[in-house]
Nanobody, 127 residues
Framework: QVQLVESGGGLVQTGGSLRLSCAAS????????MGWFRQAPGKERDFVAA????????YYADSAKDRITISRDNAKNTVYLQMNSLKPEDTAVYYC????????????????????WGQGTQVTVSS
């Protein structure tokens, strides 16, 4: 089992920044590919960003490119999501997700490939 706890959400004005953190326990983070998803009220949970076990490969949704950066610190068992130039449409609950994989460079972008999820952290961007 992998336990995930997100933090760092909050209320921010348009154009502001937030850094979300996802602390993992129960497994060594270096054995896990990680991703971030978000879910706005009344909408599906959508992919935001993903990072490989090694950290060398990342992938972003079109809505996140050039504004959002995913990173990981395996020594701290933590994954981060740095979000800049935030817009009201970024308002959502943000979830981190984990997938155990033997492949150090693979990334996953679909919900079904992630077996473990955090409880989510609310991000609200005011206009």
């Amino acid at each position: 089992q992998v336990q995930l706890v997100e933090s760092g959400g909050g209320l921010v004005q348009t154009g502001g920044s937030l850094r979300l953190s996802c602390a993992a326990s129960g497994r060594t983070l270096s054995n896990i590919a990680m991703g971030w998803f978000r879910q706005a009220p009344g909408k599906e949970r959508d992919f935001v960003a993903a990072i490989s076990r090694s950290g060398t490969n990342t992938y972003y949704a079109d809505s996140a490119k050039d504004r959002i950066t995913i990173s990981r610190d395996n020594a701290k068992n933590t994954v981060y999501l740095q979000m800049n130039s935030l817009k009201p449409e970024d308002t959502a609950v943000y979830y981190c997700a984990a997938s155990e994989t033997p492949h150090i460079h693979v990334i996953f972008t679909t919900r079904s490939t992630y077996a473990f999820w955090g409880q989510g952290t609310q991000v609200t961007v005011s206009s």
